[in-house]
T-cell receptor, first 108, second 115 residues
Framework: QQPVQSPQAVILREGEDAVINCSSS?????VHWYRQKHGEAPVFLMI?????EQKGHDKISASFNEKKQQSSLYLTASQLSYSGTYFC?????????FGAGTTVTVRA | GAVVSQHPSWVICKSGTSVKIECRSL??????MFWYRQFPKQSLMLMAT?????????EQGVEKDKFLINHASLTLSTLTVTSAHPEDSSFYIC???????????FGPGTRLTVT
């Protein structure tokens, strides 16, 4: 079953923060986050495997709340390069279902 | 590391013909490869999962005889769209993972246009 992402879209100015949420009606075993730029393939950002886990790379981080069956991706002090569509993928047994995506536009 | 390539990047074919798309893992052994389809401004829809040396497992609603998948080696999987029709036009993306890892690494995608 497809996870639900919110918001659908967000517009930011450089330096602003944003949060993207991903929730599922089923128990989550893992959450994968990807970013896709127009016309390109998705690029792996990070994976969270355990409830309570938090990860980050540069100023993009994510958390995983197993009990609430949701994950959040945090964009901090956004840069122009952060623009793109962010997808969360959830599932088990290595097969993923992807959310509808959140389009992030960062403006100068 | 973890580079996946696809060939071709784009292809235009006539209705009724077949098209083969290749997906290769360049620097790792891909025990499992996945094929996705993506329509404009939509999410990735999993079509099938293939394990090296085994028959592919197709998702519900995906026609096995139309989308032939072969995972002949640990570095190569192919998707053949048989008797393509305009409604098959889409962006096809493969991903690959290696045994023991959860991460999936995506290829650059193939844009198929059927005229």
């Amino acid at each position: 079953q497809q996870p639900v992402q919110s918001p659908q879209a967000v517009i930011l100015r450089e330096g602003e923060d944003a949060v993207i949420n991903c929730s599922s009606s089923k128990a989550l075993y893992s959450v994968h986050w990807y970013r896709q730029k127009h016309g390109e393939a998705p690029v792996f950002l990070m994976i969270l495997l355990k409830g309570g886990e938090q990860k980050g790379h540069d100023k993009i981080s994510a958390s995983f709340n197993e009990k609430k069956q949701q994950s959040s991706l945090y964009l901090t002090a956004s840069q122009l390069s952060y623009s793109g569509t962010y997808f969360c993928g959830t599932g088990n047994d290595y097969k993923l279902s992807f959310g509808a995506g959140t389009t992030v536009t960062v403006r100068a | 590391g973890a580079v996946v390539s696809q060939h071709p990047s784009w292809v235009i074919c006539k209705s009724g013909t077949s098209v083969k798309i290749e997906c290769r893992s360049l620097d790792f052994q891909a025990t499992t490869m996945f094929w996705y389809r993506q329509f404009p401004k939509q999410s990735l829809m999993l079509m099938a999962t293939s394990n090296e040396g085994s028959k592919a497992t197709y998702e519900q609603g995906v026609e096995k005889d139309k989308f032939l998948i072969n995972h002949a080696s640990l570095t190569l999987s192919t998707l053949t769209v048989t008797s393509a029709h305009p409604e098959d036009s889409s962006f096809y993306i493969c991903s690959a993972r290696t045994s023991g890892d959860y991460e999936q690494y995506f290829g650059p995608g193939t844009r198929l246009t059927v005229t």
